[in-house]
């Protein structure tokens, strides 16, 4: 089942052209890489997806529905989840908390109080992290104290409580020991396993080729290549980033 549909997307900045006619799909449970040199568009692309900027031409699809132009909430109520490379968490508090981070279930003191509920909170966020199969050693650990890729567990996990139907990774590895990086991309096998789609944006082609079902290349606003991973080589890849072909 087709997730996402973009249909000639296009977003200007004065005269610059940052995105000229972006056409690709995501199905549910796929895995589609989006890779590109710097200033290729894939931020552009991707908060343009999210509603963080509006389109000046084309068509937005989520699940069949037109979502061109909605706003940032409105886009996540609908199943899109975007993970910023920086992943916004606040390293003082535990991982339950960063799960539930400016969401916070409520529970009612005599009827009346409005309080946090923090036995909620954990409950919930074991689940979630269970639900992913994510190596933590308590919910109750402080997140600064984890290692990278233990941090993109997290983030994950909490992308998880809004029940989302697409997760977008910006570079979700790019900072990760090599034994972290399989631990991540086994996080992203597993969304998919869930029939999540996941958009991966990512440099590391390694990581790539080990978890994208498409591969799709950006350069210079446009789509230059959409292929199936298994039918496409590295030295392919890295010839459509930089304009080889």
Do not use: C, W
């Not at 639900?131 to 600064?144: D, F, I, N, Q």
């Not at 990278?148 to 570079?171: C, H, N, W, Y």
Request: aromatic fraction near 4%; hydrophobic fraction near 45%; charged fraction near 25%.
């Amino acid at each position: 089942m087709t997730l996402l549909e973009l249909d000639g997307v296009q977003k200007r900045f004065g005269a610059v052209e940052a995105l000229r006619g972006v056409t690709l799909a995501v199905d549910a449970g796929e895995v589609v890489a989006l890779v590109g040199d710097n200033g290729a568009g894939k931020s552009t692309l991707m908060k343009t997806i999210t509603g963080v900027y509006r389109p000046d031409g084309g068509a937005i699809r989520f699940e069949g529905q037109d979502i061109t132009g909605l706003e940032p909430g409105a886009i996540r109520a609908r199943g899109i989840e975007m993970i910023y490379q920086d992943l916004a968490l606040a390293r003082q508090q535990d991982v339950a908390a960063n799960i539930f981070l400016g969401r916070e279930p409520v529970r009612r003191l005599l009827g009346v109080l409005p309080m946090i509920d923090r036995r909620r909170i954990e409950t919930e966020a074991l689940r979630m992290v269970r639900r992913l199969g994510a190596r933590l050693p308590s919910v109750h650990y402080e997140v600064g104290l984890l290692s990278g890729g233990q941090q993109q567990s997290v983030a994950i996990a909490r992308a998880l409580t809004f029940d989302p139907k697409l997760v977008i990774m910006d570079e979700p590895t790019a900072a990760l020991a090599v034994r972290e990086v399989e631990h991540v991309l086994e996080l992203i096998r597993e969304l998919r396993r869930q029939r999540i789609g996941v958009i991966l944006i990512s440099h590391r082609l390694t990581d790539v080729f080990a978890v994208a079902d498409r591969i799709v290349a950006l350069r210079q606003g446009m789509v230059i290549a959409d292929e199936r991973a298994a039918a496409t080589t590295m030295q392919e890849v890295v010839a459509h980033i930089v304009g080889a072909h």
